[in-house]
């Protein structure tokens, strides 16, 4: 069984997927950085060059192919969920954990972050933050096993509450 993490960037995914794989001894995979090594261009570079349907074409790939292992810890770019496909190539293996944050909270936490081009352009940084977060919500509700909402709690806090979640199932 995988555990897979799904939510908007800065929510914390990435850190806590690490914590996890360091107290589970599991392979971490983030699904952003495999779409990026097989590629051999940054995201944003992708999206320049071939456009945002390509990117998410390629991040169906690994999706599949990350969803058909078992016991990996599985970091998702943010949009993963927008394809029904990925959604059932992550959980088909895997327990899906949506970790939320409020707007102002990923702002704060993604206000530097130049590894993602903009997603509705034009949009003032906040708004679009908003806006994307507002239409992604019922996809995320939709694929998550369990929610959990990361803006006051550490990333360490996080991890504990999903090992605590995942007591009631057996982890391989």
Not at 108 to 134: C, H, M, Y
Request: net charge neutral; charged share 25%.
């Amino acid at each position: 069984m995988n555990i897979v993490l799904i939510g908007y960037r800065g929510t914390g995914k990435s850190s806590v997927a690490k914590i996890l794989a360091h107290r589970l001894g599991r392979r971490l995979v983030s699904t952003d950085a495999e779409v990026v090594t097989q590629a051999g261009r940054s995201i944003p570079d992708i999206v320049q060059s071939h456009g945002w349907e390509h990117f998410r074409e390629q991040e169906s790939v690994i999706c599949r192919q990350v969803g058909a292992e078992d016991g990996l810890i599985i970091d998702t770019g943010g949009g993963a969920i927008l394809r029904d496909e990925n959604v059932r190539a992550l959980k088909g293996n895997g327990v899906v954990f949506w970790l939320t944050a409020a707007v102002p909270t990923i702002a704060a936490r993604i206000a530097g972050d130049t590894n993602r081009p903009s997603l509705t352009g034009g949009k003032s940084f906040v708004d679009e933050v908003a806006e994307v977060l507002q239409d992604r919500a019922p996809k995320y509700r939709a694929a998550a096993d369990h929610t959990l909402a990361t803006d006051d709690e550490l990333p360490t806090q996080i991890a504990a509450r999903i090992l605590a979640l995942l007591e009631t199932r057996p982890v391989h």
